[in-house]
Structures are given as C-alpha cells and as structure tokens.
C-alpha cells in the first residue's frame, strides 16, 4: 500500500505540469500560440505562487508543495511561449523570445521573425480595456516585475498575519478559489472565437482527468477543505470547456483560415519559418 501511496504522490506533483507538455510543443511547431489564453498561465501562477503562502501557514502534504512549484516554473516557461508566438492581431500585439531580458525593447521583438514577418500586411489590435491592461502587457518582463510585486505583498501580509488562523484560512481559499477558475479563461476565448482551435485535446483530457484524480485523492487523503471544494468547482469548469470541444470542433474561426491555408502551404512546402 506505502508503494501505491507513493506513486500517487509522485503523480500528484508532477502531473500537472506535464499537462501543458503538448500545449506548449503544439505552440512551437506551429509558431502560433492563438487558440490558446495565456490568462490560463496568469490564473495557475498566482493561485500557486498564493497556495505557497498557504503552505507557510498550514503544512499540506509535500506533493501539493512541490506540485505548486513546478506549475509556477512551467507556466512561466508557457507564458514566454505565448507572447512569442502571439499573432499581432491578438491583444499581446509584440513577439518576444522565450524568458528574454526583463527591458527588452518591443520595437526590436517586432522585427524577429514570426508572425510579424509572416503576415506584414497585419496591423496590430487595440490594447486590452482591462484596468491597468491586467495579463495583456506588450513585455514579458511587466508579467515578473507584476508577479515579483505580488511576492513582495503576500511576504509582508504573511509577517503581519501569518499567526493568526484566519488569514491562513482565507489566503488557502483565496488560492484554491483562483485556481477552480483555470478553465474559465480558456472557456471564455472559446466562446468569443466559436472554436476551440489552437487549444490543444490533450490539455482538455488532462485538466479532466487530472482534476478527477485530484477530487478523489483530496477526499481520500483528507486534505483540506479548500482543496476539496475548488477541486469539485474546476471539474464543473472542465466539462464544460469539454462541451465547446464537442459543439465548436477543432476548426480554424471564422476570418483566421486565410492565415491557417497560408501557414500550412508554407509547412508544406518547406517554407515555414
């Protein structure tokens, strides 16, 4: 039983990461990240960059620790990926190399090979009407400096807090909260685009999958309660992201074929880039 248990564990902290594997092999070949919502990397990085915090107050198991710090390395390498690969007619207009420096100018990214080379008759989208553009900054060192910020407030937070339960209780919910709303990102870019283009069948399987596998073994190792209830809210989330697979297909959106013919007659001919 102690050889099971322990492979459980060991699933459980390296699964997930393993999950966005194809996503992010599927974003370099086709050197085209659209399809996909980076806002999935924001919602993963801060619910575990929080859920440390968490851990700081209320010793969960390791797994869940280790599992936390290898989804914050691995969607930062994704967010990367992202931005370098983002066509210039999506909100993140600039193409940036993966964990370039932090003031890298963007003037320069644009001239890179990529879609800006690829489609130069393109023009560039409006900014995000978000506050502050929040997830949707032209440079990829504007994501670290916004996380970077963020580490600094949770660290003073949890020297001021940390000792009394509440806090630990509400920065635990807080975490698990932002995690159960993964799939919504990716639900909501569906929606917009009627298509599920780009997000790849096996990010859906593991998020499904691995969501269900995490619901069963958060109730059989008693973990606690926060784990348990936003685990239930992410599985609800997952299937429905599973329902717009099965309603919009896999089929370029409508407007994007162009480009898709012209990208795939490029790989076919030996002209990709």
Same mark, same amino acid.
């Given at each position: ?68 710090? &290898? ?16 066509? &210039? ?12 420096? #932090?003031?890298?100018?963007? %003037? ?48 003073? #937070? %949890? ?16 975490? &698990?909260?932002?995690?159960?709303? #993964?799939?919504?990102? %990716? ?16 990010? &859906? ?20 309660? %926060? ?47």
């Amino acid at each position: 039983m102690s050889v099971i248990s322990s492979l459980a564990a060991v699933g459980m902290a390296v699964g997930p990461p393993l999950v966005y594997a194809d996503q992010a092999y599927s974003i370099v070949k086709k050197k085209d990240s659209s399809g996909f919502s980076h806002d999935v990397c924001g919602v993963v990085i801060i619910a575990n960059i929080t859920r440390v915090f968490f851990w700081l107050g209320n010793r969960f198991e390791t797994p869940l620790l280790i599992q936390s710090i &290898l989804l914050i390395i691995s969607q930062l390498f994704l967010l990367s990926l992202c931005l370098h690969y983002a066509p &210039l007619d999506s909100t993140a207009t600039t193409s940036y190399a993966p964990l370039s420096p #932090l003031h890298e100018s963007a %003037q320069d990214d644009s001239n890179e090979s990529g879609f800006a080379s690829r489609f130069p008759g393109q023009t560039a989208k409006p900014r995000s009407k978000r506050p502050f553009d929040f997830w949707q900054w032209e440079g990829y060192g504007t994501y670290l400096e916004f996380l970077a910020g963020y580490i600094v407030v949770l660290g003073v #937070l %949890q020297v001021i807090f940390g000792r009394w339960s509440w806090y630990i209780d509400a920065l635990g919910f807080i975490a &698990l909260t932002i995690e159960s709303t #993964l799939p919504i990102p %990716q639900f909501i870019s569906n929606w917009r685009r009627k298509s599920t283009y780009g997000f790849r069948i096996s990010t &859906l399987a593991g998020w499904f999958f691995g969501d269900a596998y995490k619901t069963v073994y958060f109730f059989l190792r008693q973990s606690p309660l %926060q784990f348990k209830v936003t685990a239930i809210m992410t599985l609800c989330w997952d299937t429905a992201v599973a329902v717009q697979r099965f309603m919009y297909g896999s089929e370029p959106p409508r407007g994007a074929s162009g480009q898709q013919d012209d990208h795939e007659e490029r790989e076919r001919l030996g002209l990709g880039q």
